[in-house]
């Protein structure tokens, strides 16, 4: 890899440097979207072989979670490699051409930057144990025992157990936020931040258009390495971790969330503006900062462009309530800030399951909440068969292959069920995801919910996504606009967007009785293209079980 000292060209004035704000993200989690070569993975030439549907669903921007070298421990969050392409996944070639071809098709293309910590067997980390005077001895981690031989503090990883690993070589601990084979890289050293933005470089240089930051809060830890505090169990929460894990017992006030980090982050943005209309989204894990993290990490517009924390994604089912203390929280904390909003991602029980089984009309919910999503100010993510209502898949334990479930297993089944392969075809083998055993099973129930099952039929979730996506694009107040909320009771949300001269009403009933919402002396004007049927009368908005309506103000 070489170390570029500028970029490759100059910014073209004529390009939107802001296309990541409201932009529609599409998460491919690639060992699941599609095998091209028979051998039950996901690949990058799948990839390019869906990319027409993802273009056609209407999102911005394709998100791929991690293809780099990796001995797969974390499936590909343990890196060994951060500037080539696994050969389960292709080559740098394939790369290019799947960027290419989204290019063509007006797609974006944001990759999984896992800067954080490393596979054990990266060439970094094999040098670093080595022993304690080499020139990478300070790259990772390190720390003697104490007096007695325990681990330097009480910090534990997220995949269980402490988060600090003997090694043998060095006589030391080093510190693994997430399993063993993935040790934390020292940020505190200037050369490892200049390493990773040499990585950064490299992929930009190959034409991507942005990143996903895996674990943003992640890359600092305190030196002093004190001890985190006990957290009161009223205050304890599974927004990060299942409630089943003692991760959640502490307050990481030291391990993560370090003020450092902004100078890291500074950094890293002044390398993404020396290419033109290039993003950055982090991911926020912290059950009780989240979003004044959030705030931190995107205010002033000098650090990334956006985040997301775990305010959705977590088992707590969306209300109104809610959604509102939320998004007016985020406002009140980083009014000069952006948000990426998800009710889904590789990590996270699909909200078919989470949140939508016990409705009345599980789909009819599904379209309203993802309509929600769509409205609110903030960019989206929408991860690869969220679009199709698919629920989480039961596995049996010997088809687990996610060593978090493994290790947690019956009480949290780990990320397995989520990752189950997209399925394209309900005649196909497989799903039309592959002609060999997959890697994870193909859910029976999952073939009815297929691509080629609802495609074309109005009534169906995908349809309803393709419909709200083109309706969105068609508002761009939707997209960019400020959002002021409007007084409504029970299971509605209702709140304005407005952009420049537009300005769009949004009502939303989560319930599946009808609702009413009092708009006072508005004057409104439906929009039409949405798919809801709600209806308005003077002053007031009628709408049935899971209704929405969308209109202007005149």
Not at 96 to 110: C, N, P, Q, S, Y
Not at 152 to 163: E, K, T
Not at 372 to 382: A, H, K, P, T
Not at 484 to 509: K, L, P
């Amino acid at each position: 890899m070489q170390s570029a000292l500028k970029a490759s060209s100059n910014p073209d004035l004529a390009i939107d440097r802001d296309w990541w704000r409201g932009a529609v993200i599409y998460q491919i989690y690639p060992r699941s979207y599609q095998d091209s070569n028979g051998d039950g993975i996901g690949d990058l030439k799948g990839i390019i072989e869906r990319l027409p549907y993802i273009a056609a669903l209407g999102a911005d921007a394709i998100w791929i979670s991690p293809f780099f070298k990796s001995p797969m421990k974390d499936f590909g969050y343990d890196v060994s490699d951060y500037c080539d392409v696994d050969p389960m996944f292709g080559t740098l070639a394939d790369f290019d051409a799947l960027t290419a071809e989204a290019h063509r098709l007006g797609l974006k293309v944001m990759i999984d930057e896992v800067l954080s910590h490393t596979a054990d067997i990266h060439p970094w980390f094999k040098e670093s144990r080595s022993s304690r005077s080499n020139p990478k001895a300070d790259w990772y981690v390190w720390a003697d025992a104490r007096p007695d031989g325990t681990p330097p503090n009480n910090w534990l990883s997220i995949f269980g157990g402490s988060a600090w690993q003997w090694d043998t070589s060095r006589q030391q601990y080093y510190l693994h936020n997430f399993l063993a084979e993935q040790p934390d890289l020292n940020f505190h050293n200037r050369e490892v931040q200049d390493a990773l933005l040499d990585v950064t470089r490299f992929w930009l240089e190959r034409g991507v258009d942005g990143f996903r930051l895996d674990t943003i809060n992640f890359y600092f830890h305190s030196q002093g390495l004190e001890n985190n505090p006990p957290l009161p169990p009223e205050e304890r929460n599974d927004q990060t971790a299942p409630a089943v894990n003692p991760y959640n017992y502490q307050d990481h006030l030291y391990d993560k969330s370090r003020p450092e980090n902004l100078g890291f982050l500074e950094r890293f943005r002044a390398l993404l503006d020396e290419y033109p209309a290039t993003a950055a989204v982090g991911e926020v894990g912290d059950s009780q900062r989240g979003l004044e993290v959030v705030a931190a990490y995107t205010a002033g517009g000098k650090r990334v462009h956006m985040c997301y924390s775990f305010d959705f994604l977590a088992p707590e089912k969306i209300s109104a309530a809610k959604v509102r203390s939320v998004l007016e929280a985020f406002g009140k904390v980083a009014s000069d800030g952006w948000s990426c909003w998800a009710f889904s991602n590789h990590d996270v029980m699909r909200p078919a399951s989470r949140w939508a089984a016990g409705e009345a009309d599980p789909v009819a919910y599904l379209k309203v909440i993802s309509a929600l999503l769509m409205s609110l100010r903030g960019s989206v993510c929408i991860y690869q068969g969220e679009e199709l209502g698919l629920g989480e898949a039961e596995l049996r334990f010997e088809d687990l292959q996610d060593p978090y479930g493994i290790r947690f297993w019956p009480e949290f089944k780990g990320r397995d069920g989520c990752r189950t392969p997209m399925v394209w075809d309900g005649n196909a083998k497989n799903g039309g995801f592959s002609q060999a055993k997959p890697w994870l099973p193909v859910p029976a129930k999952h073939l009815a919910q297929a691509v080629n099952v609802q495609q074309g039929d109005q009534a169906s979730l995908l349809e309803h996504y393709r419909r709200f996506l083109s309706f969105r694009r068609a508002h761009p107040a939707l997209a960019k606009g400020d959002i002021t909320f409007i007084e409504s009771e029970g299971d509605t949300v209702a709140f304005t967007r407005r952009a420049g001269n537009e300005q769009v009403v949004c009502v939303f009933n989560l319930g599946a009785k009808p609702a009413k919402v009092d708009l006072g002396s508005r004057s409104l004007q439906p929009l039409p293209g949405h798919g809801f049927s709600g209806q308005a009368s003077p002053g007031s908005i009628e709408l049935g079980g899971y209704g929405a309506w969308f209109g202007r103000i005149d």
